[in-house]
């Protein structure tokens, strides 16, 4: 069955100045997002995709969660998932063009869409913290992924130990 994992980006700095899509992650957000790729190396299966917004923070995540887990799917930029709404992020899910029963794809993004997309996909109200990863079973076709199609499989906080 296909698998969804849902990643909140990690925590980011503010900087003065610096535009949202520009904040970098600060040094907990740096951690907590390599503990998630070490979580996810022993949880999920490899992905074959991995969805990002184009925004620092998710592309810093991307490529940390990426490192410790030690895989290399298939990046893509997606420009939809910065400040995605719940319509933005279930066109991307249902569009996936991903076959096989053991397809996983990663998307890389932000709150309040991700929350939102999982509530939609599950029926289960979760408020995704910063490095929370969900991970979703999907039954069927991505095209006619919801919450009659998918089911939470597992939540998890990666918090780096300090």
Known sequence: MPTLVVVRHAKADSPPGLQDIARPLSPRGR????????????????????????????EETTARLLDAWGVEPV?????????????????????L?????????????????????????TGEVHQLRTCQVAVLDVEGSWADAD??????????????ED
């Open 31 to 58: 951690a907590d997002a390599e503990e998630a790729g070490r979580w996810l190396a022993g949880a999920v299966a490899s992905p074959q995709l991995l969805l990002t917004s184009p925004a620092r923070r998710t």
């Open 75 to 95: 990046v893509v930029d997606e420009e939809r998932l910065y400040e995605a709404s719940l319509g933005d992020l279930l066109r991307i899910v249902r569009g």
């Open 147 to 160: 919450s009659t199609s998918c089911t939470l499989r597992t939540l998890h906080t990666a918090r780096a």
């Open 97 to 121: 063009d991903i076959d096989g029963p053991e397809a996983t794809v990663v998307l890389v993004a932000h709150n309040p869409g991700v929350s939102a997309l999982v509530e939609a996909l």
